[in-house]
């Protein structure tokens, strides 16, 4: 009877490694050696080390709202606070997603009123435009702000290939309309989710095929690649439960199909100068998006000295097996000489995760506390850092709205030695939200990206109910911004009546 508990993680051999995730962020590799356990568990506090006279200056200043919002508009302003107040009203948010999936829906006359609002509102605030000409627009505004954007078609979940190739076709667009940027790299990359380029069926079968493999060595797969590692031995392999089937050749054919929009994506990224991020889905497919993100970055390699890779991966710090699978992969493509970048996020898909796993009769693949979640990514950021800043040739983004994460990634960052302008180094939050931090991070000499979805309205509304569906309660920690904006708003009406 197949046993009904994930492994415990175990012990990485790399030691050195191993050490990100059981000291503070800030403290030295040499002092934590010293002073923590090999078998302590993950700190679920990161506090920073006794002062430094030398350094009691902050690297971040969220204080000064004047200087935050020095180059937004007050009527932007004004909106922006609008739509944050709005948007972090539970019942508000609640409500929104009945209508928008109920049938008054399917009225024209009320279908034409309620889309006419949200593309003046939410839409505006959240997304980047409805066509790629559009995004390139809304990223040259950012980037007169001092920020860059991260342009993201929203689409994914596809169901067969036709809708793949629309896709596809899609994400071309989106990277061809870099080009006309004025500066360089001001769209730090392209976002593609690999559930858009390839049906979500056939990821399935794979990552069962995957796994199967991962249980069994010996279990052939003709049609994989070189690849990184995509599992740990502390990996939940709950979704497969029985030896899958080997894929048809109608199966290898879509997935050939697949692996070659993926392959000529990256040529392109190439020819137009733009790296590729390539988003985190569910842990159901996400072995199948591991292994066309790792082949690729394999494939498409670049290791000049100073330089970021091609291509990111993404790893969600809220699962309990992210750091082993990290260090996994950076220690391989170290050693087989691979540039491959990691865009670091907490996770977006915690309640389906959940429900999975408990319907399957198996333990939850996400850390049991928030404080857990918090010191994987915190411990994740240190290790990429201290990777980058020792000569490593790979790349981060810290993705995160979390301000603490924000700070000590910053403070350390600049204790260890990383300068102003290493394009290797980037932090990243969603357009719309948490801009107090995002200026803050900018004003202290690191890039900064926005995560801009951007698609027909119909398209992004979809995609847009189910980020609100996963995260229902994330818009409520926007408190800090909209603190800032109020604070602002009030200097400026002051300043205006004196």
Known sequence: ?????????????????????????????????????????????????????????????????????????TPALLRAA???????????????IWFMNSKLMENEITKNVVTKVIRHTFFEHFCAGENAEEAVECVSRLNKKGLRGMLAFAVEHTSDDKTCEENFNGFLKAIKATHSLQKPLSASCVIVKITAICPMNLLKRVSDLLRWQQKDPSFHLPWK????????????????????????????????????RLSTICENCIKFNTPLTIDAEDTYV??????????????????????????YGTIQTYLKDAKDRLCLAINAADKMGVSIGFKLVRGAYMSSEKELANSLGFES?????????????????????????????????????????????????????????????????????????????????????????????????????????????MLSTSSVDKQLMRKELGRRLKATIV
């Open 1 to 73: 009877m197949a046993n009904r508990l994930l492994k415990q993680p175990t012990l990485l051999h790399n030691i050195d490694k191993l050490q990100y995730f059981t000291r503070h962020l800030n403290s030295s590799p040499a002092t934590a050696a010293a002073t923590t356990s090999l078998h302590s568990p993950i700190f679920r506090h990161f506090n920073f080390p006794a002062t430094n006279p030398q350094t009691t200056t902050p690297i971040l200043d969220l204080n000064d709202h004047q200087k935050i919002f020095s180059s937004v508009s």
């Open 82 to 96: 609008g739509n944050l107040h709005v948007s972090s009203i539970g019942p508000v948010v609640d409500f929104g």
């Open 225 to 260: 690649q070189d690849t990184l590692p995509i599992f740990a031995e502390s990996s939940p392999l709950y979704h497969t439960l029985e030896k899958p089937e080997p894929l048809s050749p109608e199966e290898e054919n879509i997935l050939y199909s697949g692996y070659q």
């Open 286 to 311: 996400q072995p199948a998006i591991d292994y066309f993100t790792y082949s690729s970055a394999i494939k498409y390699s670049n290791n000049k000295e100073g330089k970021k890779p091609l291509v």
């Open 365 to 473: 693949p996400i850390h049991n506390t928030i404080e857990d979640t918090h010191a994987c990514f915190n411990g994740s950021a240190a290790f990429m850092l201290d990777n980058i800043a020792n000569g490593g040739s790979h790349g981060v983004i810290l993705a995160t709205h979390n301000v603490d994460s924000g700070k000590m990634a910053a403070k350390r960052a600049r204790e260890i030695g990383i300068k102003d302008g290493d394009e290797r180094v980037e932090f990243a939050q969603l357009y719309g939200m948490s801009d107090g931090l995002s200026y803050s991070l900018k004003n202290a000499g690191f890039y900064v990206s926005k995560y801009m979805p951007f698609g027909p309205l119909d398209k992004v509304m979809s995609y847009l109910l189910r980020r609100a569906e996963e995260n229902r309660g």
